[in-house]
């Protein structure tokens, strides 16, 4: 009878040591999980910037977010976790304000030849009035 | 007892004491707002500031704003810091980019506008400029035209004033020749009432002013020569004297006295002799004068 208690007791005892080596591991193995989708967006953000032309725009900016992001790279390497995200994320923004600068740009050539075609109508209209007196 | 409960009393300040300035040391060294968070506040404030922009990206700046502020708070790790600083300096300039490529595009309304404006005025201008070469040639046409039409008329004036005169297209000019009957014989003076051939060419002068006259005189053979040279003269010098009298400047009429050199018919003959006695009046042709 005094057995049938300690064999009931067996099984708890096992769990909750089973339990705490679960969750050992689980301590031991996540320390610093490699921020994926932080490098996964950086990477995406440069491969939009690259296809909006921001290389001929906004190199600096675009140079920038891929030294940010070879940095996360390394960072994840020498399993810097935190450094990892933190670069991650600003290559991202980098990236993102190449897009935007390289759009800003374009919109301006536009802007600056409307008004470079406007003038030189004007330029020749006059000279036609010139020509005229 | 007393001193006893004095210790404990003690005791119990220095303690508290001793809290208290951790506490205060605490506060000392208390995180403060990161390196640089101030500067991406000026720059975010900048922008909000700027109507033509920040009107445009409400959300962009909504974000940039919620960036800045995570940025100043203040915090212990410092890299945690200067990373919050930079995400939130790079959506400031994103939002400012993106209100400038909107602003530009706005823009290209009014632009494509000004460039319409420019185009028609150009057009209209082409077309008043074609109008007015197309009135100036109808002009000069016109005017040609008139010329033309002037000049014709001049030209039947003209024969009809020489029909007139009885005056002959020469080489010379216009000849026109006055017989014997404006002189008595031997006579230099104008017979009266013979004039009206001369006021015939008195009015063509006033009617022509750039032509000129050269009035020779002539006799036929009978008397000496020297006589009739000096009677041919006289002759017509009495011509000269009559147009000039009417009014035609005087620098515009030469004079010579032929004699009897150059006859027009035979001196036999009463009408021979007849024919050779006169004054001849060459009127310059101004087209052959200017050649």
């Given at each position: 009878m005094t057995s049938t208690p300690k064999m009931r007791r067996g099984p708890p005892l096992r769990a909750a040591a089973g339990l705490a080596g679960a969750l050992m591991i689980a301590a031991c193995a996540s320390t610093p999980p490699a921020p994926t989708g932080q490098l996964?967006?950086?990477?995406?953000?440069i491969s939009n910037a690259e296809r909006t032309e921001a290389g001929r725009y906004a190199a600096g900016e675009l140079g920038e977010a891929r030294t940010k992001l070879a940095y996360a790279n390394t960072a994840v390497q020498e399993e810097r976790m935190i450094a990892a995200a933190q670069l991650a994320d600003q290559s991202r923004v980098e990236a993102e304000l190449a897009s935007a600068k390289t759009a800003a740009v374009k919109a301006k050539v536009v802007n600056d030849e409307m008004k470079r075609s406007t003038g030189t109508l004007i330029d020749e209209m006059q000279r036609t009035a010139g020509d005229e007196q | 007892m007393t001193t006893t409960t004095d210790k404990v009393t003690i005791g119990r300040t220095l303690i508290a004491m001793t809290v208290a300035s951790v506490l205060l040391v605490a506060c000392a060294a208390a995180p403060v707002a990161p390196d640089g968070a101030s500067e991406v506040r000026t720059k975010l404030t900048q922008l909000q500031s700027d109507p033509n922009l920040a009107s445009r990206v409400p959300l962009a700046i909504k974000e940039a704003d919620a960036a800045v502020r995570t940025a100043e708070l203040p915090e212990a790790d410092q890299a945690l810091g200067s990373h919050r600083v930079y995400i939130a300096d790079r959506k400031v300039e994103i939002a400012r980019a993106q209100a400038e490529t909107l602003l530009l595009e706005d823009q290209r309304a009014a632009l494509?506008?000004?460039r319409e404006t420019a185009r028609l005025d150009s057009r209209t201008r082409e077309a008043d400029v074609a109008k007015e070469q197309v009135a100036i040639a109808r002009n000069?046409?016109?005017a040609a035209r008139v010329a033309t039409a002037d000049a014709q008329e001049q030209t039947a004036e003209l024969?009809?004033?020489i029909d007139a005169m009885n005056a002959k297209v020469t080489d010379r000019g216009l000849v026109l020749t006055l017989g014997d009957v404006l002189f008595a014989s031997g006579r230099a003076d104008l017979k009266a009432g013979t004039v009206n051939h001369l006021d015939q060419l008195v009015a063509f002068l006033g009617r022509y002013p750039s032509r000129t006259v050269m009035i020779e005189g002539h006799t036929d053979s009978v008397g000496s020569d020297d006589y009739n040279q000096g009677l041919s003269q006289r002759r017509a010098d009495s011509v000269r004297s009559y147009l000039v009298r009417q009014g035609v400047d005087a620098a515009?009429?030469?004079?010579?006295?032929?004699?009897?050199?150059t006859p027009v018919a035979g001196n036999e003959s009463a009408t021979g002799r007849q024919q050779n006695?006169?004054?001849e009046v060459i009127i310059s042709n101004p087209a052959l004068a200017a050649r």
């Open positions: 996964q967006a950086a990477q995406l953000a | 494509s506008a000004q000069e046409a016109d024969q009809r004033q515009r009429v030469t004079t010579m006295g032929a004699g009897e050199s006695r006169r004054v």
